[in-house]
Structure formats: C-alpha cells, structure tokens
T-cell receptor, first 115, second 114 residues
Framework: GDSVTQTEGQVTVSESKSLIINCTYSTTSIAYPNLFWYVRYPGEGLQLLLKVITAGQKGSSRGFEATYNKETTSFHLQKASVQESDSAVYYCALVPPPNYNVLYFGSGTKLTVEP | GPKVLQIPSHQIIDMGQMVTLNCDPVSNHLYFYWYKQILGQQMEFLVNFYNGKVMEKSKLFKDQFSVERPDGSYFTLKIQPTALEDSAVYFC????????????FGPGTRLTVL
C-alpha cells in the first residue's frame, strides 16, 4: 500500500542553524503521488506548508523547501536558518493516484528550536 | 486563512455510549473528511463525504461509525456504540474541490472512552 516514513520523532536545533527533516514514501501505483509537508504549531490546527505534485520539482514556503526525488522516493524538508517560531510538529504526507483524495501521513517530527 | 472548527475539543464518555463529533468546515467547501490519530501513531484516513454521500472509507471506518451534514450545518461523525479502541484524536478537514485540492484541518477533538 501507500505509506510515508519519518525517521526522527524529535529534532532539536539551535536558532539560526540549518535543518533537515527526513521523509521517504512508498506507493504501489505506477503513477506518482502528490507530496506535502504539513505543520502544526502549538495550539493550532494542521496547516499546509508546501506541496509538490511533479517529480523532480521543488516546493518552498516560509524559508522551507523540499524536493520531490522519485529515484530515492524522498521528500526531505530543509531550512537554511531556523527561528524559534519554527518550533512545531511537521508531517510529511502523500495523496496517491488515481483519485488524489486521501492523505497518508508520516508519524510527524517535533522540531524544537532553542534560542 | 480559512478555519475549520471542531466542537468539542475534548469528550470523555463511557464505553457503549453514543458520541457525536462536530465539525464546522470552511464556508464554501463542499468536500469533507475525517482522520483519526491514536496517541503515538500516525494520522489515518477514515472517510470522505460529498453531496450527502460517503465517497471513500477506510477499514477503520467501522459499522458503528456514520457521517452526515444535515442542511449544510455541521459535518458530524457519530460513533454508536463506542469502544475502548475508539479513544483517539479525530481531525476534520474540508476542501473546495476534489482530486488533490488542499485540505484544511480543524484542531481536533480528543475522544476518551472509559
């Protein structure tokens, strides 16, 4: 079936340092899924951070970026310089073809940015 | 941005009772979803809904579960009767279109079944 794997449950980074949160995906479909990063800030609902629907393309938002790599089936989230306000839980997700309606989520990575 | 509201934020009930979780979707959205997250596990799809009908459901959407949106009011998830394994956080989402449109999520309802 379709699944998403995030290997780090928690990550702690000092402010202004770089960040990478790993995400790999698996799909049984011949066609490519759409890939997403969602974020949940403390006390808030899940919100879309960025989305990429074409293999090989890069998505970016709020200084974060992720590249859809179909060879390694990865969609790692990166940021060059994190801020305290980036502290949140980040979820990698996919919607598989043909309907592209059902989100499959990773287990989430809690990011803590220390001052 | 657009907000999805969920009422209540936390519900505690005894096993075997009925519970209704309420979702107030984004006002112009037509497609609705429920996801379930057991503590420490991944968020998983339960069901999606459009025009008064269930479009897709997962194996987690047991016979005791039902969804409806009467007269364009709240989109509800009803569990009757509840079981201990129904304890989880339930997230509602809505989208304006099908097939890859962004889903907007509510903050979740934490259901505790005793």
């Amino acid at each position: 079936g379709d699944s998403v794997t995030q290997t780090e449950g928690q990550v702690t980074v000092s402010e202004s340092k770089s960040l990478i949160i790993n995400c790999t995906y698996s799909t049984t479909s011949i066609a490519y899924p759409n890939l997403f990063w969602y974020v949940r800030y403390p006390g808030e609902g899940l919100q879309l951070l960025l989305k990429v629907i074409t293999a090989g393309q890069k998505g970016s938002s709020r200084g974060f970026e992720a590249t859809y790599n179909k060879e390694t089936t990865s969609f790692h989230l990166q940021k060059a310089s994190v801020q305290e306000s980036d502290s949140a839980v980040y979820y990698c997700a996919l919607v598989p073809p043909p309907n592209y309606n059902v989100l499959y989520f990773g287990s989430g990575t809690k990011l803590t940015v220390e001052p | 941005g657009p907000k999805v509201l969920q009422i209540p934020s936390h519900q505690i009930i005894d096993m075997g009772q009925m519970v209704t979780l309420n979702c107030d979707p984004v006002s112009n959205h037509l497609y609705f979803y429920w996801y379930k997250q057991i503590l420490g596990q991944q968020m998983e799809f339960l069901v999606n809904f459009y025009n008064g009908k269930v479009m897709e459901k997962s194996k987690l959407f047991k016979d005791q579960f039902s969804v409806e949106r009467p007269d364009g009011s709240y989109f509800t998830l009803k569990i009757q009767p509840t079981a201990l394994e129904d304890s989880a956080v339930y997230f509602c989402a809505s989208s304006w279109d099908w097939g890859g449109a962004e889903q907007y999520f509510g903050p979740g309802t934490r259901l505790t079944v005793l």
